[in-house]
């Protein structure tokens, strides 16, 4: 199956700094997606981004299939951004998840 | 906005014990899912169900496992004689005909 390797694993960063998370698949996908998991466990959509490039507000998604890779950029974080990103992949339908990056921002 | 929904939202169940999670899928989605997450670790796939059938299934979903959708907007999950492993965050999720899945809030399972 298509394997996902998430970097780095872990992030310390203060309140207000840019950051990037890193996604690489091991073979095409149709399916890209970040999500964050919020401390009450819920996984949030953050994009769907199977190619291409999208923003929204602070946070934005860029995916290069042909190289296979995803990066999720994060501007003048908040603590409230602390949480768990995990990239997920798919082939045709099912999702592979990541081990997450775990992301935590200090006041 | 449309959601998935999931209940309960916690589960306490001692071993050997049958339990049913319970999820309603986005309304127009024709893709309906399981991930479990055992905690500390990753997200993991258990089965896909189109069609009124499982279209796909992981090694984890053995035996032990079974889903159903009883009616039009339910889909059910459930683990007969359940073991101490079996403990986790149970996620449904659903797709329409684009590929994006959206979860439910999930449902912790602890098995006592």
């Known amino acids: 199956g298509i394997q996902v390797e998430q970097s780095p694993p872990d992030l310390i960063l203060q309140e207000g700094a840019n950051s990037t998370l890193r996604c690489n698949f091991s073979?095409?996908?149709?399916?890209l997606q970040w999500f964050h998991q919020n401390p009450w466990g819920q996984l949030i959509n953050l994009f769907y981004?199977?190619?291409g490039t999208k923003q929204n507000g602070r946070l934005s998604a860029t995916t290069v299939a042909t190289e296979r890779y995803s990066l999720l950029y994060i501007s003048s974080s908040q603590t409230t951004d602390s949480g768990v990103y995990f990239c997920?992949?798919?082939?045709?339908?099912?999702?592979?998840f990541g081990k997450g990056t775990m992301l935590l921002v200090s006041p | 906005e449309p959601e998935v929904t999931q209940t309960p939202s916690h589960q306490v169940t001692q071993m050997g014990q049958e339990v049913i999670l319970r999820c309603v899928p986005i309304?127009?989605?024709?893709?309906f899912y399981w991930y479990r997450q055992i905690l500390g670790q990753k997200v993991e796939f258990l089965v896909s169900?189109?069609?009124?059938?499982?279209?796909?299934k992981s090694e984890i979903f053995d035996d032990q496992f079974s889903v159903e959708r009883p009616d039009g907007s339910n889909f059910t999950l459930k683990i007969r004689s359940t073991k101490l492993e079996d403990s986790a965050m149970y996620f449904c999720?659903?797709?329409?005909?684009?590929?994006?899945?959206?979860f439910g809030q999930g449902t912790r399972l602890t098995v006592v």
């Open positions: 309304s127009n989605h024709l893709y």
């Open positions: 997920a992949v798919s082939g045709y339908s099912t999702l592979t």
């Open positions: 999720a659903s797709s329409g005909q684009g590929l994006e899945a959206f």
């Open positions: 073979d095409s996908v149709n399916n």
């Open positions: 169900f189109y069609n009124n059938e499982i279209s796909e």
């Open positions: 981004i199977p190619s």
